[in-house]
């Protein structure tokens, strides 16, 4: 009886490889397959200072990291108050600026979340994510 | 009692049928659900995300039709069994997860929340399968 279960399972498992492999090869150019975010969504520090005042830092951390340093002239946006907070940001963005996202760190995934959101739902052209965060920035900085 | 369990499939099979249907709307959205919880590169977690929601769809249909009843009801479960370890081991390491189990739709439940509906899931999916292989093995016996 042990042995139908396995085989009936594998045989599941065989069966939803066929439309996964058609699902990969109809999103094929949507996905990022190496990197969470595509190489054009991505922007370095020294790319994005270079951007000056055609750029608009929006901070994704929480607040209480926002209040404690933050990129001069960045705009507070996370997830967790994006109601009350796009509002605040929006009469600050303009045709032609671009968007510069950035969280704690490379592997933090607010910006990348923030940054599908303001493309989305906000309807932005060119929003960024800034490579290293804020720990990059940092780094660079000081 | 039957009518009972047979009601337990149709649940159980609706719900993973609904929840593959979802992230296969949106694999990118599902890559970085299970990118979230720092556990697997990214180029695995895409892989999966393409995946996964297909083999949740088969199972459900094998369990909604009884054809390849009880392998759907035990990927199911061991689906669920990982999905709750790797929720709770999340937690553990501070993760702000959202669980993607049910796409974007789930992202804003709470923790207790998520823990609440997949542990009932597992619950009923590890009762049906009792059910299952113990009649069976009833009916091999009488055999």
């Known amino acids: 009886m042990k042995l139908r279960v396995v085989r009936e399972g594998l045989l ?3 069966l939803a490889c066929l439309p996964a492999v058609g699902e990969g090869i109809y999103f094929r150019d949507k996905i990022s397959w190496q990197s969470p975010i595509p190489a054009s969504e991505l922007a370095t520090v020294d790319q994005a200072r270079a951007w000056g005042d055609g750029a608009i ?3 994704a951390r929480p607040e209480e990291e926002f209040a404690r340093d933050h990129v001069p002239g960045a705009f507070s946006l996370n997830e967790d108050h994006w109601n009350e907070l796009l509002p605040q940001f929006l009469p600050n963005w303009s045709p032609g600026k ?5 969280c704690s760190a490379e592997s933090c995934n607010a910006a990348r979340e923030v940054a599908k959101r303001l493309r989305d739902d906000a309807q932005l052209n060119d929003v960024f994510v800034l490579q290293g965060g804020w720990e990059e920035w940092v780094k660079r900085n000081r | ?8 499939d149709l649940i159980v099979a609706g719900v993973f049928i609904y929840a593959g249907v979802l992230k296969i709307l949106d694999p990118v959205q599902f890559a970085n659900d299970i990118d979230n919880y720092k556990t697997l590169p990214w180029f695995v977690s895409v892989r999966l995300a393409l995946y996964l929601p297909w083999l949740e769809i088969f199972c459900g ?5 009884r054809f390849l009843y009880r392998g759907g009801l035990s990927i199911l479960t061991a689906l669920i069994a990982v999905f709750i370890t790797a929720t709770v081991a999340a937690k553990m390491r501070g993760l702000d997860i959202s669980c993607g189990c049910f796409g974007h739709a789930s992202k804003n439940w709470s923790f207790p929340q998520h823990l609440a509906i997949d542990l009932s899931i597992f619950v009923a999916l590890v009762a049906l399968l009792s059910i299952e292989l113990m009649g069976r093995a009833r009916h091999d016996q009488k055999t």
């Open chain 1, 57 to 59: 830092w929006v901070d």
């Open chain 2, 61 to 65: 249909l094998a369990v909604l039709f």
């Open chain 1, 12 to 14: 599941l498992i065989a």
């Open chain 1, 98 to 102: 671009k968007v510069v996202v950035y």
């Open chain 2, 1 to 8: 009692m039957k009518f009972f369990w047979r009601i337990l």
